[in-house]
């Protein structure tokens, strides 16, 4: 009999077609399976679970779960999954990096860019009328060459928005647990720092591109806020709970802070009252990964995973499984 894969959203057909030559699929709808209780329903008889960034995977689920053997996630973060609880079960727990690298690096660039030219504000000034005649003083904004990018989090996707930056005349600061290799630091002319409060001191920009765990939750609080420069701009493509959003909020309506670029909530979808009305904040449904190309390469990378678990495969041939 075909194994069971429970897919918990619409993906794209290619990735379809492939897990179905392997196993029977059960199709979840549009947010479908975004409570513990419709998941535990949904996973009675499955034996591997496709499942999205929004999916709750908790430990509850896991443990009833009974046939489940594998979890892959069709996304890089995986906070939504309890990865010890699995662990302990002996599932296998899948994610996936690299191939949704550079569409985020060109997402990071675009919505500095958007935030700091105020791409939105302006094209909703002309959409309602306004644009009465090319303005010398109309829609001002902060020049990048020269000023320095600070980026918390300088993994894959950290490094790509740096590399993009470079080009176009930025400085490159950064915060990581421990310093980056000295070819990569040197190709990127990158200056490291062992203190994030002092990088947010002195950045035009702080990018936030760090997975979200116990020790990054609420990272950037109202203390980081307030000793940012006031024409600093904040970046998040990472995850919403990164930032205290109720501190953003205000930081933004203060003025503490020029802009702030967000394309990912603490309470997603739920956007702060405040930050859908602040005109310095360019907001995006969580969509940095969203290119046709990276999208059915995220399923694919996902699906191979699920399939390489079911035909017994070692882990150590899986290049995208999770351990530790
Ligand atoms: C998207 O947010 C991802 O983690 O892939």
Known sequence: MKPKILVTEPIPDKVITHLSSFGKIIQGERGE????????????????????????????????????????????????IDVNAAHEKGIRVANTPDVLT????????????????????????????????????????????????????????????????????????????????????HALDAVYYTDHRQLAREADVLSLNCPLTEGTHHLVDEDILKIMPDHAYLINISRGPVVDEAALARALKEGQIAGAGLDV????????????????????????????????????????????????????????????
């Open 33 to 80: 399976y975004n409570t513990e209780e419709d998941l535990i329903a949904g996973l009675q008889h499955a034996d591997a679970l496709l499942c999205m960034l929004s999916t709750p995977v908790s430990r509850k689920v896991i443990e009833n779960a009974p046939k489940l053997k594998v979890i892959a996630n069709f996304a890089v973060g995986y906070d939504n």
């Open 102 to 185: 550079e569409a985020c690096g060109d997402f990071a660039m675009g919505l500095l860019m958007a935030v700091t030219r105020k791409f939105n504000e302006a094209e909703q000034y002309l959409r309602e009328g306004k644009f009465k005649g090319w303005e010398p003083l109309g829609f001002l904004g902060m020049e990048l060459r020269g000023k320095t990018l600070g980026i918390i989090g300088m993994g894959r996707i950290g490094q790509s928005f740096a590399h993009r930056a470079r080009a176009f005349g930025m400085n490159i600061a950064y915060h990581n647990r421990n310093p980056l290799p000295d070819d990569i630091t």
């Open 265 to 324: 909530f603490e309470e997603e979808p739920e956007v702060h009252p405040e930050l859908i009305q602040a005109p310095n904040a360019t907001i995006l449904p969580h969509i940095a990964s969203a290119t046709f190309e990276t999208r059915e390469a995220i399923g694919m990378l996902a699906a191979n995973a699920i399939i390489s678990v079911l035909k017994g495969k070692k882990d150590s041939e899986i290049p995208n499984l999770i351990t530790g």
